[in-house]
Every structure is written in C-alpha cells, then in structure tokens.
C-alpha cells in the first residue's frame, strides 16, 4: 500500500503545485475566505466525494469510505491568508493588494485536498473512513476550530493529525514533541488615562508616557520573578501608542500585546499578576487604567500514542531523512481545540526554500516554501491515516 499511496502522490505533484500556487495568488483574510472555501468544495465535487461547505462559518469537510469497517481518522489544513503585502518577485506572486499567504496554509490545502484525491482512489483497499478538514480563520482568534467542532466536524473521529510547512527547517524534516508542541496565545490591552498638558509644564501634568514606559518595564519582572524558571513564559508588548505634538504631554496611551505560556496555571497567574502590576503602576502615578485580557487559543498538546506512531509512519517515507523531537514553539494554533476533543498529534514538516541559506520567517512579506515539502506532508499523513486501523 505504501508504494501505491506514494506513487500516486508523485503523480499529481504538479497538480499539487498548480493548486498551491492558484491559492498563493488569491489569497483571503480569516473570515473571509470565501472564494477559497468555493474552490476547496468544487474540487470534493467534481471528484464525487461527499462534501459539505459553510461548516462552522467558511470551513469545508469532506469525507471517504473505506471498502473495510475500522477507524475514522480525521486530518485538518488550514486556508486562510494574512493582511501583509507580498513582496516576493515570482509568477505566483498574490494579486490581491495588502492580504498574502505568508504561513504555508496554501501549501497546507494543496497537500490535504491531493491526499483527499488519492485516498478516494484507493477507497477500496481502505479499511475505516477518513475526514478531510479545511479549516478557515486559524490567524485570527477565536479561529475557525471551534466553530467547525461545534458543528459536527469532529463527530464520530477516532484520532486526528495535522502538520505545519516549517520554512526554518530543512525540507526532509520532520519534527514532533509529545505534550506541548505550540504555546497558549493571548492578547491585552492597557489603556491609561492621566491628564495631559504644556510640555513645558510636566508638574501640571499626569505623564502618560510615563507611566506606561515604567508599565512595560514592570511587567516584564512577572517571567523574570515571578514565574517559576522551570516553566515557560513570554509577555511582550508589541504595541506603544500615545501620539501628540512635541510639546504636549499625552493625557493617554495604549498598550498591546502578547502572553504565550504552555501550563495553564501559568496562564491564570500572569493574567492576574498583570492586574496587579497595572493597578499598582497607576496609582502611583495617580492615572486611571482599563484592562483587556483576551484568551486565544489553549496550548497544543499532543498525544503520547499518537506522536510516537507519527513517528514511525515518517519512517516509511523515503525523503524524510531527519525525524527530530522539536523543542516547544511559542507560536499559537488552534488545532489546540481538536486535540482536546480527540487523541491525535500535530507535527512540522520542514520546508526551507532550496538555495535559501536565511529564509524569510513565516509572516514575513517575502515568505516562500519549498513545495516539494508538501509531498513529503502528503506521504506522512496518508501513511498515518491508513495504517491508523493496525494501532491498538
């Protein structure tokens, strides 16, 4: 079986291609990928496998029947883009202005809509049956997962695996972690009120700036000080807003950013532990304060079962030449979500540009894959999906 899902694949590589690249063209932001979700049904449809649109808002779910009674294995790629200007000079440049497809989930569709095409072709040697998740909205919180689960994506699966083209690590790469894999991913805001005046005047004034320099200083003490150092953190803030003239004094600001941690505990404590910073910073300055904590997506944790049978499925792929266990990622996913309702893993698969000795980063205007990986992803995956069944 391993020879025939494996040449079948190569077979459609550059259809696999010629997708990715379509998509890579016209990209949509989270929540509104319409046009994708159209494409993605279209294609289940001229194929004469089942599928359903609008599931959850804009996600697509397709489904195959083995000849064989056994296991549902579900398997989920994302779709949709990022607001970031493509500056890349290639043919399959994005047409549309300001939104582009800087974190592979074009190569993510391609990949699991080809698998989706193989897999139907071999439906009657399969045993089980398989789901096919087109997940849109994974960039932007609270994401498309949730919706998709509450509307029956995940009813009747048994174990689901997902992947992610890595452009940092080499193509031939494969990574996993058993537990956490990708961090939790929140947001904040802090608006401070003082009271503002003639920059020449500063003792008539309540300086914002400020206070919230002193803030973002403060709050940088809670993973330094206040979090075990065994246990992983990051509070940043990415955004400082308190524009005036040069010589007023700003009677408010903004702050915005992130907090990323793996152990929920954690999570909890520096949500409030940034409460007390906050009130504490601004009633020194005698300035008023609102504050935002907005959770995103939990942390992916991978199954222990599941991670080690991904494993040896990589093994069976012959241009996989390094399986490596990753150390955990700060990045947020949520495919969180699916991993709590089912056991399943969620893996990397190396996809750094050939030739590129310093690739651009994911969200980058000039990010690129080497699409090769996405063959590489097809094999991994269709290997766990069919011999999924021989897992007791």
């Not at 807003?241 to 408010?252: H, L, R």
Request: aromatic share 10%; proline share 5%.
């Amino acid at each position: 079986m391993h020879n025939k899902l494996f040449a079948k694949l190569e077979s459609y590589y550059k259809d696999m291609v010629a997708v990715r690249r379509y998509l890579h063209q016209h990209p949509e932001l989270s929540f509104k990928e319409y046009r994708t979700a159209k494409f993605i049904q279209d294609f289940y449809e001229k194929l004469g496998i089942e599928v359903k649109g609008n599931i959850g808002g804009n996600g697509v779910v397709a489904k195959i029947y083995g000849k064989i009674p056994g296991k549902t294995v579900a398997i989920r790629a994302d779709f949709d883009a990022l607001p970031i200007q493509d500056e890349k000079n290639v043919p399959y440049k994005s047409t549309v202005p300001g939104v582009m497809h800087a974190c592979g989930h074009d190569g993510h569709t391609a990949t699991l809509l080809f698998l989706a095409k193989t897999l139907n072709e071999l439906r009657d040697e399969l045993a089980g049956n398989y789901v096919f998740i087109h997940q849109h909205a994974e960039e932007y919180a609270p994401g498309g997962a949730n919706s998709m689960i509450e509307d029956g994506c995940l009813d009747g699966v048994d174990v689901i695996f997902g992947t992610h083209l890595w452009a940092s690590e080499p193509t031939g790469k494969i990574q996993y972690r058993t537990g956490p894999i990708m961090a939790a991913a929140d947001r904040f805001e802090i608006d401070i009120q003082g009271q503002g005046g003639h920059g020449a005047q500063p003792h008539k004034t309540k300086d914002t700036i400020v206070t919230a320099s002193q803030l973002v200083l403060n709050l940088q003490q809670i993973v330094s000080r206040k979090v075990n150092p065994v246990e992983s953190a990051v509070v940043t803030v990415g955004s400082f807003t308190a524009e005036n003239a040069f010589n007023v004094i700003a009677d408010k600001a903004k702050l915005v950013g992130t907090v990323r941690t793996f152990n929920e505990e954690v999570r909890s404590f520096i949500e409030k532990e940034m409460e007390r910073i906050i009130r504490g910073t601004c009633y020194l300055a005698d300035s008023q304060y609102d504050f935002v904590f907005e959770r995103g997506y939990p942390a992916v944790v991978n199954h222990a079962k599941e991670t080690e049978y991904l494993i040896q499925c990589a093994r069976e792929v012959p241009e996989v030449n390094i399986i490596e266990e990753t150390e955990p990622q700060m990045g947020g996913e949520d495919f969180a979500y699916y991993l709590e309702k089912v056991p399943g893993t969620f893996f990397f698969t190396g996809a750094k540009p050939e030739g590129v000795e310093n690739p651009a980063p994911h969200h980058h205007p000039k990010f690129d894959i080497d699409e090769k990986a996405m063959l590489i992803a097809a094999k991994t995956l269709g290997t766990a999906a069919i011999f999924v069944h021989n897992q007791e």
